[in-house]
């Protein structure tokens, strides 16, 4: 397949957003060092301050008290781990993937695989959401699930695009044994 300037931008894109992904990942696990490490301090400064709040989508700064603080940050930091690693993995198969249609057929069997792999991380995101939401509200004991249709919607459609390919390449494969 001839070479793109789309194909490539969106390659390097992705590559990028791959990098920051890990980057994020890696912020992440320092973090998480740092508090593990400064755990009394950090507490103290929670607990103290009223200048520093808790605060993120489905958690009421309010419920959160030093008795439930550490286990809530150590919720979100497992969260923000695994979709970051989830997000790194996406990123790479949608890089590997353009960067191999410019010297393949977009229906090669890897493409395929990657295609498959990126539904099935979509669909993983909206799952790890809803997991960290109840574990925060088991944790804060106050429950908060905010969840779209849209989210569950994309992997699905991706996994539909992934069965379209694996058609496309059965067919490439046969008329290839036709020549």
């Known amino acids: 397949m001839r070479t793109s300037k789309l ?7 992705a590559k990028v957003m791959e990098v920051i992904a890990w980057v994020g990942t890696g912020a992440i696990v320092l973090s998480g060092i740092v508090i593990v490490a ?35 940050v150590a919720a979100l930091l497992i969260y923000g781990l695994v979709v970051g690693v989830l ?13 191999t249609t410019n010297t393949a057929s977009p229906f090669d069997v890897s493409n395929v695989s990657r295609i498959k792999n990126i539904g099935f991380i979509a669909l993983a995101l909206p799952v790890c959401k809803i997991i960290a939401n109840i574990v ?13 249709a849209s989210e569950f919607l994309f992997g699905l459609i991706i996994l539909c695009l992934a069965q379209y390919f694996a058609y496309g390449a059965s067919l490439e494969k046969d008329v290839e044994g036709l020549l």
């Open 87 to 99: 997000l790194a993995i996406m990123f790479r198969n949608v890089n590997l993937i353009f960067k």
């Open 136 to 148: 925060l509200g088991f944790i804060s004991k106050d429950f908060t699930i905010g969840i779209e």
């Open 7 to 13: 194909r490539n931008f969106t390659a390097v894109f």
């Open 38 to 72: 400064l755990k009394d301090q950090v507490l103290k400064a929670y607990t103290e301050t009223n200048n520093f709040q808790l605060t993120t989508t489905g958690i009421n700064p309010g419920t959160i008290d030093e008795n439930t603080f550490l286990p809530a």
